[in-house]
Nanobody, 127 residues
Framework: QMQLVESGGGLVQPGGSLRLSCRSTGFTLQYYAIGWFRQAPGKEREFLATSSANGDYTKYADSVKGRFSVFRDNAKNTLWLQMNNLKPDDAAVYYC????????????????????WGQGTQVTVSS
């Protein structure tokens, strides 16, 4: 069974950092493009970052560019989202997602492109 298991959320003060992890079980990530999204209460799900299957290509939303970074280790079937200089507006439930890509350079910033999703992890930014 294909699953993505997230961890690393929590409470952080404004200006602080968090690293979210997402591990795949039941499938190997090396053939999958991955993405990170978030959803705050009353808001639509928002794209944050994506990485191609080979890790050579990434894309970030303007709202997080320069503060967030996506990493992946295909050998460990794990991806991470490093979040720095967090702001109260970054508070949300964060989701990782994956979709099989025939082109290992392919990236996707639309949620409908993804076929597997993690369970979500809460990030709270507050002093």
């Amino acid at each position: 069974q294909m699953q993505l298991v997230e961890s690393g959320g929590g409470l952080v003060q404004p200006g602080g950092s968090l690293r979210l992890s997402c591990r795949s079980t039941g499938f190997t990530l090396q053939y999958y493009a991955i993405g990170w999204f978030r959803q705050a209460p009353g808001k639509e799900r928002e794209f944050l970052a994506t990485s191609s299957a080979n890790g050579d290509y990434t894309k970030y939303a303007d709202s997080v560019k320069g503060r967030f970074s996506v990493f992946r280790d295909n050998a460990k079937n794990t991806l991470w989202l490093q979040m720095n200089n967090l702001k109260p507006d970054d508070a949300a439930v964060y989701y990782c997602a994956a979709t099989r890509a025939s082109n290992r350079n392919w990236i996707a910033n639309r949620d409908y492109a993804y076929e597997s999703w993690g369970q979500g992890t809460q990030v709270t930014v507050s002093s």
